[in-house]
Nanobody, 123 residues
Framework: QVQLIESGGGSVQAGASLRLSCTASGNVFSVNYMAWYRQAPGKERESVAIIKRSGDADIDESVKGRFTIALDNAKNTAYLQMERLKSDDSGVYYC?????????????????WGKGTLVTVFP
């Protein structure tokens, strides 16, 4: 079993910063990538950032220059640093990861979603 635990959400004023964390736990052999998505009320879930095990990262244009993503392979943890937050950044932020597990003598690739962490930015 593998699960993702997100943390770091909260309520802040516009212009503030937050750092979200996502840790993969359980039977994790390696984290192949980690990504952040967000969903505002009444809107579809949208991608925010993704980072591969190699360190290659991609940030959505809507947050580029304000958000950065990092991955600590030793801790199986990804971080989303969010700066100069705007009210439009409010929503539930979900972590998604592609993970290789090893059990019953075989490697298995799985994709896992976290339960989300709420970010609220007041104008």
């Amino acid at each position: 079993q593998v699960q993702l635990i997100e943390s770091g959400g909260g309520s802040v004023q516009a212009g503030a910063s937050l750092r979200l964390s996502c840790t993969a736990s359980g039977n994790v052999f390696s984290v192949n990538y980690m990504a952040w998505y967000r969903q505002a009320p009444g809107k579809e879930r949208e991608s925010v950032a993704i980072i591969k095990r190699s360190g290659d990262a991609d940030i959505d244009e809507s947050v580029k220059g304000r958000f950065t993503i990092a991955l600590d392979n030793a801790k199986n943890t990804a971080y989303l640093q969010m700066e100069r937050l705007k009210s439009d950044d409010s929503g539930v932020y979900y972590c998604h990861s592609g993970i290789t597990t090893f059990f019953t003598g075989n490697y298995h690739g799985v994709e896992v979603w976290g339960k989300g962490t709420l970010v609220t930015v007041f104008p």
